[in-house]
């Protein structure tokens, strides 16, 4: 387990490494360097002055080289449309996606695991096929039109829920109201990973439902209730942790997407304004941020699993 | 032997033989008893010819602006309304669903090949091509490979040839492990050592004896995979790192429409329901053809 670990660690570094040098390179490597370079009411010797002070003329490997020893110092650089640290930039967003994403996980759980449980249990019935039915359709929505509909439905007809933005402008700080504001971007965000954890769930527990063990335990007079979620549950949610690995991923890079929509000051909205006004600093910070939460990740399920299932050998 | 088991003599003749069926005939049968996966694969069929006849179909030039005729109804001039800058809705829906459909279709055919080949060499050879090829395709699963897209298209500009690059580069993992679990199945069967003793080459083996059995799962792979880059063009190009204005995709209508929903609510509904009901139908028809082509998988 121990070496497992290591190797798994020494991996990952290696990745955000190939990770940060492949984001350096491709934005480096731009045609016309960044985009605020391209203001027309900059004269030549703007520019040229602007360059040399950014180091933009430098070999790129020798740029990199100085990036990799400041990052390794926690130093990211400055961000050149917001002058201001990236880390403060990074700072002030990531907290924002983290409370969307988690929420959204949340929903997905508590609302995924039962549907698949009762699916399972009830299989072939109407809700089960209802049950299916909205996985498909979750799966195949495009997340941004849900959205826009759900802004559609209950911003501009109903006028009940706000169409955007993390809290009402102008307004002092209250639960209420940044509750209010993370419904609609919550379920949105949702969406795809409850209707994949549902599957799961389902296929997990029809399969274990059938196993010898569930039988005993009917045999020797339990409850339903009980075999079903004391013998059933535990079980069955094993390969459920292997979809919870990929929703976080999931969760951060639709990020991107669900914070357009819904102007949702968090780290994805972060990485398209940056990658579009190309202040380099920030889209490497961005990016390197995702990674690094998406790599930490994948690699606690896959820990957590070899201690859920005894009969994966882990290493 | 009893007596019921011996049909009468004469009757026995003609139904000897039952008509011989190929693999397709069989698959096509259990295909055409799906009536979702019929209906998908008319919907598809009726938006791919409607993509390919845009400019002869189209009732108007899509990129015709006309500032006074901004956000109209739908009418009998046009069917679907106009947008903000009075286009007509219904043609530039027509010539985005080119843009949909091609990035769609050729984005898959790219990872396909990539997946085929990476897929195979890592299967066929083992050992260390494989390990390398697989921690490869780990790597890129790992990565959040839409930030990655994300920058290519935003600085090196988003033309159509480039997005269906980055798609096509970004979507060869799930197919690769697919054609590697499948070769790894059959390269240890009879008929691939047999070929293998009379001295057939590898790369002979792996085209003509080994991928071709693989080809059902690579047909379900290929499209689910083009459900997958209609969404993610769709995306980049709501996001407006895609498909530049003033070409139509029904991404970039749709970021369009957002800023208008109060005055035209109706604006984002086409597109979206475009978008979804496309890559809908190539779920169906993903899920209907693994029903079909490998009856062992159902469920």
């Not at chain 1, 559609?152 to 706000?162: H, Q």
């Not at chain 1, 933005?165 to 419904?183: A, C, N, P, Q, Y």
């Not at chain 2, 901004?70 to 027509?94: I, M, Q, V």
């Amino acid at each position: 387990m121990g070496a497992y670990a290591l190797r798994r660690v020494i991996q990952a570094i290696v990745l955000l490494f190939v990770v940060s040098i492949v984001t350096f390179f491709l934005i480096h490597q731009a045609p016309g360097g960044p985009a605020m370079l391209a203001n027309p009411d900059l004269t030549q010797e703007q520019v040229a002055e602007m360059s040399a002070e950014l180091q933009l003329d430098d070999p790129i490997v020798v740029q990199y080289g100085r990036w990799l020893g400041h990052a390794l110092r926690g130093d990211l650089g400055n961000s050149y449309n917001a002058i201001e640290p990236v880390t403060a930039v990074i700072a002030d967003r990531l907290p924002n996606t983290v409370i969307l994403a988690m929420a959204s996980i949340a929903v997905s759980v508590l609302l995924g695991i039962p549907l698949g449980v009762v699916s399972a249990l009830k299989r072939n019935s109407v809700l089960d096929r209802a049950v299916a039915g909205f996985c498909f359709m979750g799966t195949s929505v495009p997340v941004f039109w849900l959205g826009i509909m759900l802004i559609v439905l209950f911003s501009v007809r109903l006028d009940v829920l706000p169409s955007g933005g993390m809290s009402t402008i102008g307004e002092d700080f209250s639960i209420k109201d940044r509750l209010v504001h993370l419904i609609l971007p919550t379920l949105v965000l949702a969406i795809g990973n409850l209707a994949e954890l549902t599957r799961y769930t389902r296929s997990g527990m029809i399969t274990i439902l059938q196993e010898d063990y569930i039988r005993t335990a009917r045999a020797k007079g339990l409850r339903e209730v009980r075999v079903v979620l004391a013998h059933g549950l535990r079980n069955g949610l094993i390969p459920v942790v292997t979809v919870l690995g990929i929703m976080i991923p999931r969760a951060m890079g639709g990020a991107a997407i669900t914070e357009t929509v819904f102007s949702w000051p968090g780290i994805g909205r972060l990485a398209v304004e940056s990658a579009t006004s190309r202040d380099y600093p920030v889209v490497l910070g961005a990016t390197l941020t995702v990674a690094f939460v998406t790599i930490v990740f994948t690699f606690l399920t896959d820990l957590l699993y070899g201690v859920l299932d005894p009969r994966v050998q882990v290493g | 032997m009893t007596e019921s088991a011996l049909p009468a003599q004469g009757s026995l003749a003609p139904s000897r033989t039952p008509p011989r069926r190929s693999f397709a005939a069989f698959a096509w049968r259990r295909f055409r008893s799906n009536h979702i996966a019929m209906l998908s694969a008319a919907i598809l069929i009726a938006l791919a010819l409607s993509a390919l006849l845009a400019p002869v179909i189209a009732p108007h030039d899509p990129n015709k602006v006309s500032i006074f005729r901004s956000h109209e109804r739908p009418s009998a001039d046009h069917w679907l309304g106009t947008d903000e800058n009075g286009r007509d809705e219904l043609s530039r829906l027509l010539f985005g669903a080119r843009i949909s459909m091609s990035v769609g279709i050729v984005a898959m055919a790219i990872g396909l090949t990539i997946g085929v080949v990476i897929g195979s060499l890592a299967g066929y050879f083992g050992g260390f091509v494989d390990a390398f090829l697989m921690r490869l395709t780990d790597a890129m699963l790992a990565i959040p490979y839409f930030f990655l897209i994300l920058i290519v298209v935003a600085v090196y500009g988003s033309s159509v040839g480039n997005l269906i690059l980055v798609i096509g580069l970004s979507s060869w993992m799930a197919i690769a492990r697919i054609v590697r679990s499948e070769v790894i199945r059959l390269k240890g069967q009879e008929f691939v050592i047999a070929a293998e003793s009379i001295g057939v080459s590898s790369g002979r083996i792996l085209a003509r004896h080994i991928v071709p059995h693989a080809v059902p799962s690579i047909i379900v792979a290929a499209t689910l995979g083009i459900a997958n880059a209609i969404l993610l063009e769709s995306a980049l190009s709501y996001l407006g790192v895609g498909v530049r204005p003033p070409d139509a995709s029904w991404g970039n209508m749709l970021s369009n429409s957002q800023a208008y929903l109060w005055n035209n609510p109706l604006l984002p509904i086409y597109p979206g329901v475009l978008i979804f009901v496309s890559v809908l139908a190539f779920n169906f028809l993903g899920d209907a053809l693994r029903d079909s082509l490998d009856p062992h998988l159902k469920n």
